[in-house]
T-cell receptor, first 113, second 114 residues
Framework: KNQVEQSPQSLIILEGKNCTLQCNYTVSPFSNLRWYKQDTGRGPVSLTIMTFSENTKSNGRYTATLDADTKQSSLHITASQLSDSASYICVVTSGGGADGLTFGKGTHLIIQP | DSGVTQTPKHLITATGQRVTLRCSPRSGDLSVYWYQQSLDQGLQFLIQYYNGEERAKGNILERFSAQQFPDLHSELNLSSLELGDSALYFC?????????????FGSGTRLTVV
């Protein structure tokens, strides 16, 4: 069964600090991996999307990495800001159909001043 | 504003009732996807429509149904509501049949069944 596990479940850090969120997956075949940011009560917004051949991708202060051999991805947030407080969801795609997406439950990140 | 419009934003209704959630996709997008997000749960794919036709089906209950109209807006109908149906319901849209290139989510409808 395809699964996406994210850790930690929740994380609290001080403003200005860096943090790294983890995503492990057992999805086959693999098409791509995406990280979404979801503010409370809002829809998810795409941060990065990586295919099998990409090891790293950045979007401002967000940097995602992918190790397709170990089936692991991480999302690193640099110099955190209060607006980074949100849930971060890892999504792995297997094939092109909507039913080929496997969602993680997300990491709930809180940035404290 | 993502360009995907969902109405209403909030809905409170009683058990046993029926509700309709509406979604207007981004301009130019032909695919509409419906997702359910319960408390502390990941997004669960319900159903996808592409240009008016059902394209893919996920974990959608028989009490739920959806359709996409000629103007490409979509409606999700939830009937015989139970307390466990309380959740955020998201609509997403994409230009193509598939989701490889990603899609855009709306802000969701929060359904509370009391």
């Amino acid at each position: 069964k395809n699964q996406v596990e994210q850790s930690p479940q929740s994380l609290i850090i001080l403003e200005g600090k860096n943090c790294t969120l983890q995503c492990n997956y057992t999805v086959s075949p693999f098409s791509n991996l995406r990280w979404y940011k979801q503010d409370t009560g809002r829809g998810p917004v795409s941060l990065t999307i990586m295919t099998f051949s990409e090891n790293t991708k950045s979007n401002g202060r967000y940097t995602a990495t992918l190790d397709a051999d170990t089936k692991q991805s991480s999302l690193h947030i640099t110099a955190s800001q209060l607006s980074d407080s949100a849930s971060y969801i890892c999504v792995v795609t297997s094939g092109g159909g909507a039913d080929g997406l496997t969602f993680g439950k997300g990491t709930h990140l809180i940035i404290q001043p | 504003d993502s360009g995907v419009t969902q109405t209403p934003k909030h809905l409170i209704t009683a058990t046993g009732q029926r509700v309709t959630l509406r979604c207007s996709p981004r301009s130019g997008d032909l695919s509409v996807y419906w997702y359910q997000q319960s408390l502390d749960q990941g997004l669960q794919f319900l159903i996808q429509y592409y240009n008016g036709e059902e394209r893919a089906k996920g974990n959608i209950l028989e009490r739920f149904s959806a359709q996409q109209f000629p103007d490409l807006h979509s409606e999700l109908n939830l009937s015989s509501l139970e307390l466990g149906d309380s959740a955020l319901y998201f609509c997403a849209s994409s230009m193509h049949r598939g989701s490889l290139l990603g899609y855009t989510f709306g802000s969701g409808t929060r359904l509370t069944v009391v």
